[in-house]
């Protein structure tokens, strides 16, 4: 089974971007979904944005208008991009796919907002 790798994130002032990576390492059948979450602390992990099978993108309502996502199939990658960041976007972000009805989770990556 394919793995996710997750790669950039960091530190940035409010008002910044960043953008975030997700390579499948390895074949990953069947996306039947893919999408970003994440986790600041004390917190359960949450939504971010989402795409199903059908194209269809749900956003947590805070991201709206600010974060987006994109994809690279010839790289099999995954973007999260991220602007206007506040400093409640601190969190430990994870993309995930679905592949056969089994979540496939990355290894998650700090982005730290300051103001």
């Known amino acids: 089974q394919g793995q996710l790798v997750q790669s950039g994130g960091g530190s940035v002032q409010t008002g910044g971007s960043l953008r975030l990576s997700c390579a499948a390492s390895g074949y990953i059948p069947v996306k039947c979904g893919m999408g970003w979450y994440r986790q600041a602390p004390g917190k359960d992990r949450e939504l971010v944005l989402h795409i199903n099978s059908d194209g269809i993108i749900r956003y947590a309502d805070s991201v709206k208008g600010r974060f987006t996502i994109s994809q690279e199939n010839g790289k099999n990658t995954l973007y999260l991009h991220m602007n206007s960041l506040k400093t409640e976007d601190t969190a430990v972000y994870y993309c995930?796919?679905?592949?056969?009805?089994?979540?496939?989770w990355g290894q998650g990556t700090q982005v730290t907002v300051s103001s």
């Open positions: 995930t796919v679905c592949s056969f009805g089994v979540d496939i």
